[in-house]
């Protein structure tokens, strides 16, 4: 295997054209796209057009007039393109912990007899920690089990588990139709967090017959930084599910500036303040161009980077003791690869430096994301290299490397 | 009383310079800046400078780079200033509906022997809506009062008063150190609403000793549609309280990625998802603008401005049947004024067709906000002159202001 190897995988690549339409700086090999996507080059002139235009001369006329107040369900049908919804099953809003609290909550309403929520250990934090709260407030009780355990776990009791199809760390993937499956045997709901699954690998909630579920927007979908977020409710759910987060805009005619709160009959019952407008603006220039790819072409493109990248480190850069984390099996993983290091904080800042951008995530992992938009199969080479060469030169030694920033 | 009248009043008007720091479009006087305020000319640049360079070339580096990780507080700290709150009791996060729920959850955590919540009937909507929620899942009860009742209902089992300092229909305005003093004598905590406050009126939390307070950051500190809410918590209160909402942004460590919930020991415990960069930016130059103006002058002005309209709408436009809703006492009002009118909806309607943009909030009230950044006692004459003329012609009878929009 050579450079040439991969240049002759991308030749034939059917995503090609889509690297032109971000705004990628020169010199830089992007691997942090699970994490923040780069800037579409449409969302400049939308956001600016949002701003100047919209905002600046529309004024509050532009709630009606330039669309924003249907926004959250607009961009909601976009979304549910990508994940296999109906367009009134999803609507764009708040963050995603947000997101999760209404709909843990809401699984409690949809179950009222049962006070048991459940969610994998080592999911990504936000994930229980949203969880714990819900339990504080309303008095359920939470069971973080390792994920072996979860399933065996679930009883009458159970409301509802909380699982993340692709996990932050080692990109192991659930299978979603049989995991829903098993936990529906058990009379519990399913909610999934879609977080590193939009836009990145398939994913079908009404074919798995999915309850509820969460994502964000400013990984795959390249909504941009703090991007709102996005939820699902299937439609059976719809009439019976209550959101704690009762805002006025998720009232059934939140202008009618009624005494009581009474919810939305409609997906709309899951919003609650006022739809943050420029983020969302950001946002539909992503998902206007997400849906242009095709994303079984999405799916399979990520992961053959992804079997590339994982090849070339384990060849070119073995006995530097870079350890897989995760499956090794395409079939169960996302897009993103990690690998342990001991010294694996100063091998990311060592790649950074040198224009490979991935990430850190503790104790040891640098994590390394594979964004079938807008990487090439020689990419992955270029960046392996330099990896190569950071190992060999030890360069992640260097002082500089050594304290750790805010954000990692 | 003649337009040379309110010319003589512009005249020696020490915030006259700060009009053209705003993009308002020719030929419209803008009385809604109560609802959205307009475009600061600053924030275009800003907002660009955001997507294009710190997010199109500084790419996941500019959550340390450029800032974003801290912004929530740093704004909060130039919010704290506004509204008379220490730098360290203020964050910028969420919507104010999500905000109301962290706050008033927050509330029965500070007072965990107490399980009522109070609240004023006719207070804006999501503030009653958002405390049923907190009350339907956490099993506390709601009591909605008419606000002469408020004070009178507060006891041992009540956990906290929520109160809009200036209500957002008839714009009467609490007195917030008495109110405050009052509700903490029996124990509970106050919890203020400053939407219709921050940026208009004389809003002195410490003084007033209060406990708890939400905002809106949308209104007259012009941070754009849906722009990012804001919250205090009273230094004292950081310690004990817990918010339900416990996402990873709260958490004393985000980027250790520990296993379980452990709330920063400051304000930031309060913060959830991931921040909403674009908004951030566009308020921050709303912000850095608003504390460029002295608060008294601008309360000062703003309620010149509303003295001035309520005279002229009485005295010129009499025998129309429009009645002034609210207090006529400047030191009771915030800086909206409204008058109910059989044909509310058609007279706003018409006035918008005609560039005097206010809004309509049900039943009947045409409602008029006076910003002091950007308004002239002479744009009040027009605008009053416009008014009579829409009521002399009934142009308010026209056929095309008879359908409701969405948005009113």
Redesign the interface.
Same mark, same amino acid.
């Given at each position: 295997m050579n450079r040439a190897d991969a240049e002759t995988l991308d030749a034939t690549d059917p995503l090609a054209r889509f690297r032109d339409a971000f705004?990628l700086?020169p010199g830089?090999i992007?691997l942090?796209g699970n *994490?923040?996507g780069?800037?579409p080059r449409a969302?400049?002139e939308r956001?600016?057009l949002t701003? &100047?235009q919209?905002?600046?001369?529309g004024?509050?006329? *532009?709630?009606?007039a330039a669309g924003?107040?249907?926004a959250p369900q607009r961009l909601g049908g976009k979304i549910a393109r990508l994940i296999g919804a109906k367009a009134n099953e999803v609507v764009v809003a708040?963050?995603? *912990?947000?997101n999760l609290?209404k709909l843990a909550?809401g699984a409690l309403s949809l179950r009222p007899e049962r006070r048991t929520l459940i969610i994998e *250990?080592g999911n990504?934090?936000?994930d229980?920690?949203?969880l714990?709260?819900?339990c504080?407030?309303?008095?359920a009780m939470l069971k973080?089990l390792p994920p072996d355990e979860v399933l065996g776990a679930v009883d009458a009791d159970t409301a509802a588990v909380v699982l993340t199809q692709v996990n932050y760390k080692t990109a192991r993937r659930w299978d979603m139709a049989a995991t829903t499956a098993a936990v529906q045997a058990k009379g519990a709901l399913m909610l999934w967090d879609l977080c590193h699954s939009a836009g990145a690998v398939a994913c079908d909630l009404n074919a798995a017959n999915a309850d509820l579920a969460v994502g964000?927007s400013?990984k795959y979908l390249n909504g941009?930084?703090?991007?709102?977020?996005f939820l699902f409710v299937a439609e059976r759910h719809q009439a019976q599910i209550?959101?704690?987060?009762?805002?006025?805009?998720?009232?059934a005619a939140? #202008?009618? #500036?009624?005494?009581?709160?009474r919810p939305a009959a409609d997906i709309g019952a899951m919003l609650? &303040?006022?739809?943050?407008?420029? &983020?969302?603006a950001?946002l539909e220039a992503g998902l206007d161009l997400q849906l242009e790819a095709d994303p079984k072409a999405v799916e399979a493109k990520g992961l053959s980077l992804c079997r590339l990248f994982i090849d070339l480190v384990e060849s070119r850069c073995a006995g530097h003791g870079l350890v897989l984390t995760g499956p090794r099996d395409m079939a169960q993983r996302g897009l993103h690869v990690s690998f342990a290091h001991p010294e694996g904080y100063g091998l990311v800042q060592a790649m950074?430096a040198r224009g490979v951008?991935g990430?850190f995530?503790?104790p040891d992992i640098a994590r390394f994301g594979f964004s079938p938009l807008y990487l090439s199969h020689a990419d992955v080479w270029d960046a392996v290299e330099i990896l190569r060469d950071v190992l060999e030169t030890k360069a992640f030694e260097a002082p500089e490397f050594r304290t750790r920033?805010?954000?990692?």
């Open positions: 705004a700086p830089v992007y942090d *994490s923040l780069p800037l969302a400049v956001v600016a701003v &100047g919209e905002w600046g001369q004024l509050i006329t *532009s709630w009606n924003w107040i249907e708040d963050s995603t *912990s947000v609290f909550a *250990s990504f934090p936000t229980v920690y949203v714990e709260g819900v504080a407030l309303s008095g973080v964000c400013y941009g930084p703090g991007a709102p977020a209550r959101s704690p987060l009762s805002g006025w805009m998720g009232h939140p #202008f009618a #500036f009624e005494d009581r709160y609650c &303040g006022t739809p943050p407008i420029l &983020g969302l950001a950074i951008i990430d995530r503790e920033a805010a954000v990692t």
